[in-house]
């Protein structure tokens, strides 16, 4: 059974930093692309960030470009978000989700873990 | 960056009857190799989004055949043909066509009348 289970939210200061992770079963992890999407409260869905099968591509949101690193580690089914200078607005649920394609982007979903800036 | 425009944003329906949610995106999303890159995906009160629609009108494993997809370059429409009750939730349209930016509607909001 295909799983992707995110940890590592938190409650977090304005310019405070958090490192999400994003552990994968069910699949060969290092088959897909892999995405993190995030919801806030009572709101509609945004994208963040992807990364290719190997980890050499990667793009981001404007909104979050310089302060959001992602990156995967194949050997540990694991994909991560490093998040730094958090801002109020970044207050969400992320979830990740894997893709088979570029063009599929995300297509399967986590569960969520919920991100809360604020002072 | 390609914008995609969902109405209605609320959809009261009567359980049995149908129900249809437009999408329109500020650009064609017909891909260099003449695939369609448009998703639906639904999202129940307090879930994840499930994925029901990939490529305009393919089903995803599992989905019921109530819901069905249609449309081409800019308009898209994602049907209900009978509402049943566990259809409540938002739904929203993405497009993948024009990566590395993904970008999903507003979300439309069925509810039972």
């Known amino acids: 059974e295909v799983q992707l289970v995110e940890s590592g939210g938190g409650f977090v200061q304005p310019g405070g930093s958090l490192r999400l992770s994003c552990a994968a079963s069910?699949?060969?992890?290092?088959?897909?692309?892999m995405h993190w999407v995030r919801q806030a409260p009572g709101k509609g869905l945004v994208w963040v960030s992807y990364i290719n099968t190997d980890g050499r591509d990667t793009n981001y949101a404007d909104s979050v470009k310089g302060r959001f690193t992602i990156s995967r580690d194949n050997a540990k089914n694991t994909l991560f978000l490093q998040m730094n200078s958090l801002r109020a607005e970044d207050t969400a649920v992320y979830y990740c989700a894997r893709g088979w394609s570029a063009t599929e982007g995300p297509a399967w979903w986590g569960l969520g873990t919920l991100v809360t800036v604020s002072s | 960056d390609v914008v995609m425009t969902q109405s209605p944003l609320s959809l009261p329906v009567t359980l049995g009857q149908p129900a249809s949610i437009s999408c329109r995106s500020s650009?064609?999303?017909?891909?260099?190799?003449?695939?369609?890159?448009l998703n639906w995906f639904q999202q129940r009160p307090g879930r994840s989004p499930r994925r029901l629609i990939y490529m305009v009108s393919n089903r995803d494993s599992g989905v019921p055949d109530r819901f069905s997809g249609s449309g081409s370059g800019t308009d898209f429409t994602l049907t209900i043909s009978r509402v049943e009750a566990e259809d409540v939730g938002v739904y929203y349209c993405?497009?993948?066509?024009?990566?590395?930016?993904?970008?999903f509607g507003q979300g439309t909001k069925l509810e039972i009348k």
């Open positions: 650009q064609s999303l017909e891909y260099s190799n003449g695939n369609t890159y």
């Open positions: 069910g699949f060969t992890f290092s088959d897909y692309w």
């Open positions: 993405m497009q993948g066509t024009h990566w590395p930016m993904y970008t």
